[in-house]
């Protein structure tokens, strides 16, 4: 017997109850629901939109768990003690300390079960720096997890179910490639070892564009999904509900009892005995959520996910959970420029590593001058642009510009390295080109003469190797963002010497949810005394941040999302049991 995959809500009998209910396939209400089914309870698992995956799908899938076994292979003297005291030094007020106590003690054991129990594996990666890299009791490896690339084809049918990538971040029609991949297809002409491994996963792709429409070799966020979707559909105690709503949520002075689905003009009420979880993404869709919590920034700046409306987040409320408050930012953000597709979508994408800590590459805002250090990590680069000059405006839309060199070498935005195809990307307006810096300035808008003295001064700092003015490449994370092979003396500084010049538009754009329900130390949801609700649950970011929207490293959303998804689950599945 297999996962049962409904397809109308007439396959479940009336009053039919399951144990634990989650709302929202996304990476940590999945992570939650195979928990609770790996307890052998019966569990629900709901999702709104035509793919399982949410954001998480779309990501890197870099989960962020101190003190694992994995994470001891690379680093074996970093201790729980460390990460903890960098949390406290980073995080701070903004953070509750009891969640993050908890998180740090049982992380490992949530990451080990899923490698025990289920398809769900990680591995460590051997240089990925915590981002506040400068602070007391970080680390260069071992936190951070990628999950192992996995073969679509186990999923034969199921393939169709994860949330394909951002088309953006694959090559050839659909390939995906993580930076491993990225660095042997930059280098099969230099090393051997690169050539094999670019020839091995080239030759894969060809022969999966012949049966399937993408390719079947996932990695980052898609691996993630892939595993836990195939260790669902093992799996007969869980039933999915796709293409599925709840409208309401159940409940007396006792608790959350059930829900209301619906799908195709049809409802159906189900009992839920140990309590239903909001796994649902956040609340980034939601307009009246953004015009509160993010003033000032657009929706179609988002890089999420389509189904993160904040619609459980009403459900929620309506039965008394409380918002949580106190964080550094509601939102995690990056930079991003946006380009019209084809088929008439937007595409937008985040700047996370490729280009902008790179040689070669700066960044200006209206007033043609430098405003953040284009080598810190994408949340601070994001928080930047929202920051209000001293002119009073905002970096909105900034410019990230580079000469012809940076581009062949590290490629621009959704311009690859190597500098091909450009006539479509200037045609459409996405790159701008010019032959001086001056010139590019005039087709920017911004003042010519202030844009050329930027530059000047740039490359003046950047033959030094010493940003007085931004510090940029100054710290372990920053500079490991950089070009390792750059002769220069800082791997993120090189100057801007050779036309043409190219530049990009940038926005920022919120990549996730860090305000959203207060929890205790099992994810309960709060009420306004602060007493945990009976029966309802908050995971991922439908839950309040335990890094209080200050992004510490990669992977603090997926990371407590499956630490905390375990903790639910766990206790959901005790409650199941008592009300048996």
Avoid at 86 to 94: E, I, S
Avoid at 287 to 298: F, K, Q, S, Y
């Amino acid at each position: 017997m297999s996962m049962k995959l409904i397809q109308s809500l007439a396959q479940l009998p009336d009053g039919q109850a399951f144990d634990v209910a989650v709302i929202g396939a996304g990476g940590a209400g999945m992570a939650t629901a195979l928990f609770a089914a790996l307890e052998g309870r019966e569990v629900l698992l709901v999702e709104h939109t035509e793919y399982v995956g949410g954001t998480t799908a779309l990501s890197a899938g870099t989960c962020w768990v101190p003190g694992t076994t994995q994470g001891a292979s690379v680093n074996p003297n970093d201790t729980l003690a460390d990460a903890d005291r960098y949390l406290q030094t980073a995080v701070g007020h903004y953070g509750v300390s009891d969640l993050r106590r908890v998180f740090l003690e049982r992380g490992a054991e949530a990451i080990e079960h899923l490698a025990k129990k289920s398809e769900v594996q990680f591995r460590p990666y051997a240089k990925h720096p915590d981002y506040i890299s400068e602070l007391a009791g970080s680390t260069t490896a071992g936190r951070a997890l990628e999950p192992v690339p996995f073969d679509a084809r186990q999923l034969g049918k199921l393939f169709g179910l994860v949330r394909p990538p951002i088309e953006e971040f694959t090559v050839l029609g659909g390939m995906m490639v993580d930076r491993t991949d990225i660095n042997h297809l930059l280098g099969m002409r230099q090393s051997w070892a690169s050539l094999k491994h670019s020839l091995r996963i080239l030759t894969r792709h060809a022969r999966d564009k012949l049966s399937h429409p993408r390719g079947t070799r996932l990695v980052m966020g898609n691996a993630l999904i892939a595993r836990l979707l195939h260790s669902l559909s093992s799996l007969p105690n869980v039933t999915l509900a796709m293409n599925t709503e709840v409208t309401s949520l159940q409940g007396d002075h006792y608790g959350v009892k059930g829900l209301t689905l619906a799908k195709s003009g049809a409802f159906k009420s189900v009992r839920v005995r140990g309590g239903v979880v909001l796994a649902s993404g956040g609340f980034n869709r939601n307009e009246v959520r953004r015009r509160a919590l993010l003033p000032g920034t657009e929706s179609g700046w988002c890089p999420g996910a389509p189904g993160h409306t904040g619609k459980a987040h009403v459900l929620a409320e309506t039965v008394g959970a409380r918002y949580g408050k106190e964080t550094m930012s509601p939102a995690y953000w990056a930079p991003v420029s946006r380009r019209k597709r084809a088929d008439g979508s937007t595409a937008v994408f985040p700047h996370f590593v490729m280009d902008r800590a790179k040689p070669g590459v700066l960044c200006v805002n209206s007033a043609a001058q430098r405003f953040v250090n284009e080598s810190t990590s994408y949340h601070l680069f994001g928080l930047a642009m929202q920051q209000s000059g001293s002119d009073g405006r905002v970096s909105t839309p900034a410019f990230l510009i580079c000469d012809a060199i940076a581009l062949k070498k590290y490629g621009l935005g959704m311009v690859r390295p190597g500098g091909g195809g450009l006539a479509r990307f200037l045609a459409d307006g996405y790159l701008t080109q010019a032959e001086t810096v001056e010139e590019l300035a005039k087709s920017l808008g911004i003042d010519g003469q202030r844009l050329t003295a930027t530059v000047a001064r740039f490359n003046q700092l950047a033959r030094s190797g010493v940003d007085e003015d931004f510090h940029r490449g100054e710290t372990t994370y920053q500079r490991n963002l950089g070009d390792p092979h750059w002769p220069g003396p800082n791997p993120c500084m090189g100057p801007l010497e050779q036309g043409p010049y190219f530049a990009v538009r940038l926005y920022p754009g919120d990549i996730g949810a860090a305000q959203g329900f207060d929890t205790d130390v099992h994810a309960q949801t709060l009420d306004e005394n602060g007493h945990p609700i009976p029966g309802l649950y908050a995971v991922g970011n439908d839950m309040r941040s335990i890094m209080g929207g200050v992004y510490t490293a990669p992977g603090i959303t997926i990371g407590p999302g499956i630490v905390f998804g375990y903790l639910a689950a766990r206790h959901a599945c005790a409650r199941a049991l008592d009300m048996r």
